[in-house]
């Protein structure tokens, strides 16, 4: 047998009876459809999560099948249907048993807690097999009552007759067949006191374990509090901290700005002295390029005048020759004059008088020029 089929046979038991049709026209399984159908069943699993209650959940069920549920009750308030079927409880896998989930239940809601039951919907073969045996039910119940009605007319003549030997024989195999069903219900019963003894010990232990995880988590909690209550007084001085902080990142930040406006205040007037300063370079660039030209024009008239002044050097000292033998010429006429004795040697002296003061202007108007031209332009 497939595993898959194994695997749906246990979720959907009715399928015990399709084998065929999981199987092609060789013999071998689909596995593609096994696979598709179990990953179908499993996706349609529901969760219904069951508060703490004394009351009845009203489900009335037949090994894992849910064949009814009672009106009123807690089940129908949920929106559970029959034809469901329990897949797990509180997380573990439903039992095929009614006894052994009956006592599971009555466990769990003994404990007054909220539980999650997992089930599943019916799936169309199950739903079509419900009818055809909810038909047969049917006509076997209204045979049953006909001929109960039969018998009943001749109570009398059915105590007479006396079986025959066929039928202690049909009897004799009832009774066997009674006896093994008996055996077989009785083992199924310990199976279920064992399930049931195994789920009470692991509710114990669950529940042991469940109360030692309340309590740490409540001493978890108490140092949560704790520690939360440390963290918010931190958490209150270092918001008393940041908010003095930020008072005097704002004094700081006030002064620095008063400081930037100042420095901006600086920075334009030294650009507006920078531009005065540019203009003022700019015209005394211009006066030492004038400057400069003056210098070489008065350079070249240095030059000029330097070629003038030796002209008049050397007529100034060929003026004091001049005036030198003027002078001995005097000197020779006045001697001349002390012997002369007639009128023309007196001519000739005031003549000669007058070429000497001739002379001496002229001398003294080159001296005049020649100091004139040493004092008035610059020399080297």
């Keep these: 047998m497939s595993s898959l089929y194994r695997h749906l046979c246990l979720m959907v038991p009715v399928e015990k009876d399709y084998e065929a049709d999981w199987k092609d026209g060789s013999g071998a399984w689909k596995t ?30 037949n090994g894992k099948k849910v064949t009814q549920i009672l009106p009123g009750s807690l089940s129908a308030r949920l929106g559970l249907q029959s034809g469901i079927s329990f897949v797990r409880i509180k997380g573990a896998p439903a039992p095929n048993s009614s006894r052994a989930i009956t006592s599971i239940l009555r466990i769990i809601v003994k404990n007054k807690k909220p539980f999650i039951i997992t089930f599943r919907p019916p799936t169309q073969r199950e739903i079509a097999r419900d009818g055809g045996r909810t038909e047969a039910k049917g006509a076997r119940r209204a045979a049953a009552a006909g001929v109960a009605g039969g018998a009943g007319a001749s109570p009398a003549k059915q105590r007479q007759q006396m079986p025959a030997s066929g039928d202690v024989r049909k009897l004799r195999l009832e009774l066997h067949e009674l006896r093994v069903r008996a055996e077989a219900e009785e083992k199924l019963m310990r199976n279920e006191r064992e399930q049931v003894k195994i789920w009470k010990s692991m509710m114990s232990s669950q529940l042991e374990e469940l109360e030692k995880a309340r309590d740490a988590e409540k001493a978890k909690a108490d140092q949560l509090r704790i520690a939360t209550s440390r963290a918010e007084s931190k958490i209150a001085e270092a918001e008393e901290r940041w908010k003095e902080e930020k008072k005097k990142h704002a004094a700081e930040k006030e002064t620095l700005q008063k400081q930037l406006n100042d420095a901006n205040g600086r920075v334009k007037a030294l650009e507006v002295e920078l531009q005065d300063a540019n203009k003022d370079k700019a015209t005394l660039e211009k006066e030492a390029a004038e400057l400069r030209g003056e210098t ?85």
């Design 296 to 380: 070489l024009r008065l350079r070249n008239n240095i030059g000029t005048q330097k070629g003038q002044l030796d002209d008049i050097t050397q007529m100034f000292n060929s003026g004091q020759t001049l005036m030198l033998t003027a002078h001995k010429k005097i000197e020779s006429l006045e001697k001349e004059l002390k012997k002369a004795k007639n009128s023309e040697l007196r001519d000739s002296i005031k003549k000669k008088d007058a070429e000497i003061l001739r002379l001496k202007s002229q001398i003294d108007l080159l001296e005049t020029y020649r100091g004139g031209v040493q004092g008035g332009y610059p020399t080297e």
């Design 32 to 61: 593609e459809e096994l696979r598709s159908q179990i990953d179908a069943i499993e996706s349609s699993h529901f969760d219904v999560e069951f508060p703490a209650t004394d009351d009845s959940l009203g489900l009335c069920f």
